[in-house]
């Protein structure tokens, strides 16, 4: 069991403290009249419960925790269906932030030969049941970011909006732990005329 957030923590605190000052100021002021402390609820303890059980991680992301280490990464690359695929090789760190509420993935390679450094804050949201990706690189100033839901053969399927100088549209990246050592991901793009189509392959391997 992780401990409660501190920032959910000190807010609780910082209630109970309002709370309790409320309760034990006195004054010469008569009592109010009933139907002003009928105004004021007691704290809802059903509400409070829910907040506290989607705070605290669970097995999902206990499965991100996992993916901690050091990973080599190789890349297949297109940017339209008629042109040939490029490769390259890069590296990967994955560290668990916050408690194993999230991963940071830090990724270094090239991209038709130009050094290139982007990181991925991956995470799962209890609330919505989906897992949570957000990407930048060092290759633009904005973040991408999708939303994804594990399927019946237990990849994770991400759709987002791609942004960049040809404008937005619609993407998605398929994401398949085959072991604790290897990690497929594909994704897919949206290009006029053409329409959804695949313009990248990555294969990580955990370096041992």
Known sequence: MHDTPRF??????????????????????????????????????????????LATPGDAHAELTRMAGQWDVHYRMRWTPDAEWMETTGQAEMKSLLGGRYMLESVKFEMMGTPMEGMNLMGYDKMKGEYTSLWADSMSTWWVTSRGKEQKDGSIDFRGTMVD????????????????????????????????????????????
Request: glycine residues 4%; contains cysteine.
């Open 8 to 53: 959910l923590s000190a807010a609780l605190a910082l209630a109970a403290g309002a709370t309790l000052l409320a309760c034990t100021a006195t004054d010469d002021r008569p009592d109010p009249p009933d139907e002003v402390e009928a105004a004021a609820p007691p704290a809802d303890a059903d509400m409070m419960a829910r907040m506290m059980e």
């Open 165 to 208: 100088v040809a404008g937005e549209r619609p993407f998605r990246m398929v994401v398949r732990h085959e072991s604790d050592d290897l990690i497929r991901g594909e994704m897919y793009d949206t290009i006029p005329p053409h329409g959804e189509i695949k313009v990248m392959e990555m294969t990580s391997k955990r370096r041992k």
